[in-house]
Structures are given as C-alpha cells and as structure tokens.
C-alpha cells in the first residue's frame, strides 16, 4: 500500500445562472448541486485553489455565468493510518539521514 499525500480540502458554495449541463460537473464528483428557480447552487469541497481554478475555468468553457463563490469552512486533514505491519524508523535514525541529505556549506 503506498502512502497518499494528505492536504486540508476548503468546502463551498457556488452559485452559477440557470441549469449546469451534466459534463460541467464531470471530474467534481464530490459536488452536489441543487436547482432553484433562476440558480444551481453547488456544494461540497475542493482539494485545493488549483481545483476551484479548473471548476472555474470549465465553467468558462461551458459559458456559464458565475454568481457567487463562497468558502464555508475548510475540512482539516485527518492523519493517515499507517498499514498493520508498517515500520517506522527510530527519531535518531531520521534525525541522522536529514543531516546527511542537507547540504552543506564549503
């Protein structure tokens, strides 16, 4: 089992006019969007400020006019769960291999 890079995600709320075609939402499964009258109101979290980049940018490319974008919250990490079996090096071991890998002056 390899080891996942682990980041804190933010939550939204965004609001674009009119109804999202289906293949706007394609790669943000994690979104939910609900219609109201005049809106679709999108909910859930993204990764990162590179995620709500490229949300935007499909919307652009889709000519979806973009109301509003609020951040709600940002979602805190959870810290991985090492696997039944998984080793880990003693304090003195890592602090050792840093020093060896951090250049040094002539």
Known sequence: MTAQAWTSSSYY??????????????????????????????????????????????FEAFGIQLQEVRRLFTVEPVEPVEPRGAMRAPRAVMAAARELCEPREP
């Open 13 to 58: 709320e965004i609001r674009v006019a009119g109804v999202l075609p289906p293949e706007a939402l394609l790669d943000f499964d994690r979104l939910t969007a609900s219609v109201e009258p005049v809106e679709t109101v999108l909910h859930g979290p993204l990764r990162d400020q590179a995620a709500l980049r490229g949300l935007l940018a499909r």
